[in-house]
């Protein structure tokens, strides 16, 4: 398959074809605008891409169902998990966010899949991408930056409970609401550096499948001298998909980090000088040589237990695991 990007924005009934015509640099980019993909860590490539959009006409066809296996993980999560509590503890961090990577083995039908998460979570940023052979797939419900004119504005999303098996949420503590707050002071302080006008608004909850974590959206007004550059270099990554301090947090997950996250915990999205609509790159896999590797984590603060961070991973997963099983039987033969 050629390079090719389809999404579907929130709360949005139809879904965007982005018709690449090539990948530019990134000063390029930023005069004309199209669509980017930025990762995690600096060290991996920002991919830049100029093109038109078309809405994305799927003819649906029945696919013959198949079977996967899931890989048996190493010891790499829960000791990196183990490391995190403790450093909480010791090190001086209020917060850490550890990721997990969890992988699965044969041919995966991804637009399928694609076409599935479309229709099960209506509030997130549902995408496909395929780039240099390599498919990724997402449903994130977080926004990074949505920008129209002056006014911009981000998505405080952080805490997490899972849904029992009758249905019902876990009730939040004061865990959760303790690592809200610090995402939510965190981003208002930088909204102040850059805006005038800051608000947010009341905190409410946001289901995300089997999963419900505290929300608020973050407003203001660019000053005149800001740029949203300014504001995107100094936002991502936000503690949210790192932790606080920010720097330390990035610093330990260098260290401790066994696995490179790439595009996970990164962003997408489009940008143009006048309007940008920027996601993280959350509850997303990748697909390369029949490997599907799905992306996951969870913030850990002081009060987090191995036990229920390595749950919380497990419920964040099958956002994307139950839409996989929908055209595939995951064997566990692990290896």
Not at 62 to 89: C, F, P, W
Not at 279 to 294: D, F, H, P, S, W
């Amino acid at each position: 398959m050629n390079n090719f990007i389809a999404y579907r924005k929130p709360n949005e009934s139809y879904i965007i074809q982005f018709n690449i015509h090539k990948e530019v640099v990134k000063e390029e980019f930023l005069k004309s605008g199209g669509f980017m993909i930025a990762p995690f860590n600096d060290n991996d490539e920002t991919l830049y891409f100029i093109g038109d959009e078309s809405e994305l006409v799927v003819q649906i066809q029945t696919v013959e169902r198949s079977s996967i296996s899931r890989i048996k993980e190493g010891s790499e999560y829960k000791d990196t998990l183990g490391n995190a509590i403790k450093s909480i503890k010791d090190n001086g961090l209020q917060k850490v966010v550890v990721s997990r990577q969890i992988q699965l083995e044969g041919k995966l039908n991804s637009m399928e899949v694609f076409l599935d998460l479309v229709s099960k979570h209506n509030n997130a940023f549902v995408y496909l991408f395929v780039i240099n052979d390599i498919t990724y797939i997402g449903a994130t419900p977080e926004l990074l930056i949505r920008k129209t004119e002056n006014s911009i504005n981000t998505a405080s999303l952080a805490g997490t409970v899972s849904q029992g098996i009758l249905g019902y949420f876990s009730p939040w503590t004061e865990k959760e609401y303790h690592e809200h707050k610090l995402v939510t002071e965190t981003i208002v302080t930088i909204y102040r550096k850059y805006c005038n006008e800051v608000s947010a608004s009341e905190r409410v909850d946001l289901i995300a499948s089997s999963v419900k974590h505290l929300y608020q959206n973050i407003s203001g007004e660019l000053k005149e001298d800001c740029n949203l550059i300014d504001i995107l270099d100094e936002l991502h990554p936000t503690p949210a998909i790192a932790g606080l301090p920010t720097d330390q947090a990035i610093l330990w997950i260098n260290k401790n980090e066994t696995k490179n996250r790439e595009y996970y915990t990164g962003y997408l999205g489009l940008y143009s000088s006048a309007r940008a609509e920027l996601y993280v790159n959350l509850r997303c896999l990748k697909y390369q040589n029949e490997i599907t590797t799905i992306y996951v984590g969870g913030g850990i603060v002081e009060g987090s237990t191995f036990e229920s961070e390595f749950e919380e991973t497990e419920h964040k997963a099958e956002t994307l695991l139950s839409s996989i099983r929908k055209f595939h039987n995951i064997e566990f033969e692990y290896k």
